[in-house]
């Protein structure tokens, strides 16, 4: 145990001295910055709007900002797994500590609870930002930021989980990129099944499902949304209208929510295995 703490402490200490840190800095700095603008700009332009209205414009917006931060998110720390792991191995790193007596699923643990704190701090302080702006600005908080933060770090965890996995059998950079990749199409198949639900057809609905089930983080991300949503936008929208890329109806469930561990788990003792068994 004390070493799993002690390389996760390293894990973190290294990560915040990587180039990618300062990019994640520069690319939040200028999320807040536009969005600090884009809701003064509502409030200006549109100030005869009424508390309500102004809660549901909030609101909408709001979804479409954290969703940019739940991207940065996912692009630094799928690029920063890549490095911490595989990295370590091409560089003859791994090797010298590992002569020690260290065993490597120790060394493999302790750099996924370095990256998956620092995933969480990421999420937690930009989206406490972005909550002050869009309160100040429009005077709207979310209703379960708390609950909203947590499944962000959790879709971010998941993630870095796989890039991890990745980057024990291939190079940093491709890990890096597969991971992004299958984020990006998990998102692309839940617009896709949520077009399905739109027009009724069972058929492209169960793609968005299959693909929330083989990689949560669409889902994760989908119940966190609803977490920042103004509640009587949902009553007053009803079911009138499917789920969007911007817009949840519903909080995900226990089960899902288990699923999404289990399946953060299984990814994990997978890399563990996969680590084990390479050549350093």
Known sequence: MTTVVTVAALTLQEASRRRVLRSLAVLTAVLLALSAWGFSEIDSDYGGLTSGEARMAGSTVLNL?????????????????????????????????????????????????????????????????????????????????????????????????????????????????????????????????????????????????????????DGLWRGAMNSFQDPALLAQIGSGIEESPFLSMNPLTGAYLLWAAVWTALVLGLAALSFQRRDL
């Open 65 to 217: 900002v954290m969703f940019g931060f739940s991207l940065i998110a996912a692009l630094g720390t799928a690029f920063l797994a890549g490095p911490t792991l595989s990295g370590e191995v091409e560089s003859g790193i791994a090797l010298a500590m590992m002569t020690r007596p260290v065993r490597r699923a120790e060394v493999l643990v302790g750099k996924w609870l370095g990256l998956v704190g620092f995933g969480a701090g990421f999420v937690t302080v930009a989206g406490v930002a972005e909550f002050l702006i869009v309160h100040l600005t429009v005077g709207y908080w979310p209703p379960h930021p708390v609950t909203g933060l947590m499944l962000l770090a959790a879709q971010t965890a998941a993630l870095m989980t796989l890039s991890l996995l990745f980057s024990t059998v291939i190079s940093p950079m491709a890990s890096g990129i597969m991971a992004v990749g299958l984020f990006g199409a998990t998102w692309i198949a839940g617009v896709v099944g949520s077009v399905g639900e739109a027009l009724d057809n069972p058929s492209v609905a169960l793609v968005g499902t299959v693909s929330r089930m083989l990689l949560p983080t």
